[in-house]
């Protein structure tokens, strides 16, 4: 019966939901501190700080060398990639997940190594990939950073690590942990030849690569606000049955406590860089 039933669609329905709004996502995002909305095109030409709260996004590797390097830079290692030495299954391969990380992301894995100029010195610069299956530290990243380090060491030259990492890849088990040993040893020899590294933490560096290069610094210098930490809170409190500290893992909690050297703003990081580099090689 017509008068009771509606034959007609209502005009609600008329326009499908989703193309009932503006569209503006992908112009503006959400600060995650303080709400704000700011305009991406602001944010990307703030280095990516919101400049309402100061609060440092997260940076993709390649923003970070066009941050910290001036033009191009030679990238090294680019076609080393996990072989996936134990078969590893989770919720899915281990394989699967390469493959789309590396499809996604146009890079092998989780790190880039590269040399550059940072205020006209040339330097070996190394820069994590965070949406790289967290940021982790396999086979492939551990030979990468040795790698960059055995160069440093070959053409004496200053090396500098940005990291932004989950910590060891779990799906490569004790390969991954062997990692920690196998650039710390190089960073021993770095240290033998006199020759400096900087080692940069943001947000987050945890795991074991917090473990290992890290915190192996000449100097260690973290982002504000940056979460650095070896266990999360929750295994810790879990373990020691204690409530912890206010801010606890925080890049100003551990500079208080004498884990860092500096914590630095995004805006002012390359010129600190370079006036430390400056001092160590004078
Ligand atoms: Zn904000």
């Not at 609060?55 to 072989?83: C, P, T, V």
């Not at 500098?160 to 710390?184: F, T, Y």
């Not at 929750?234 to 049955?241: G, L, M």
């Amino acid at each position: 019966m017509a008068w009771f039933k509606r034959e007609r669609k209502p005009i609600d329905q008329a326009t499908p939901p989703d193309e009932r709004r503006v569209r503006t996502e992908g112009l503006w995002t959400k600060c995650e501190n303080c709400r704000a909305i700011v305009w991406k095109k602001d944010l990307e030409a703030n280095h990516y700080v919101c400049p309402k709260c100061q609060h440092h996004f997260r940076m993709n590797a390649k923003q970070r060398l066009e941050l910290l390097l001036e033009g191009r830079w030679i990238e090294h290692d680019a076609g080393l990639a996990s072989s996936d030495p134990l078969h590893f299954v989770d919720t899915k391969p281990y394989a699967a997940r390469l493959k789309d990380a590396r499809k996604k992301l146009g890079m092998n894995d989780a790190i880039l190594t590269v040399e550059g100029l940072l205020n006209g010195r040339p330097v070996i610069c190394c820069s994590m990939e965070f949406n790289f299956i967290g940021g982790s530290m396999g086979a492939v990243v551990g030979e990468k950073v040795t790698r960059a380090i055995e160069r440093s060491i070959e053409k004496r030259l200053p090396l500098v690590i940005v990291s932004c990492s989950g910590g060891a890849r779990m799906m490569e088990g004790a390969i991954s942990l062997m990692q920690l040993a196998k650039v710390s040893a190089a960073l021993a020899r770095l240290d033998e030849v006199r020759l400096p590294f900087v080692s940069i933490l943001t947000d987050p560096t945890t795991g074991g690569v917090t473990a290992s290069y890290a915190m192996l610094g000449d100097l260690n210098i973290a982002e504000p606000g940056a979460l650095i930490g070896f266990a999360g809170p929750r295994v810790i409190e879990q373990t020691i049955r204690q409530k912890l500290p206010e801010g606890f893992q925080t890049a100003e909690f551990l500079l208080e406590h004498g884990f860092l050297d500096a914590v630095v703003h995004r805006k002012d990081l390359k010129t600190y860089l370079a006036a430390s580099l400056d001092f160590f090689m004078a």
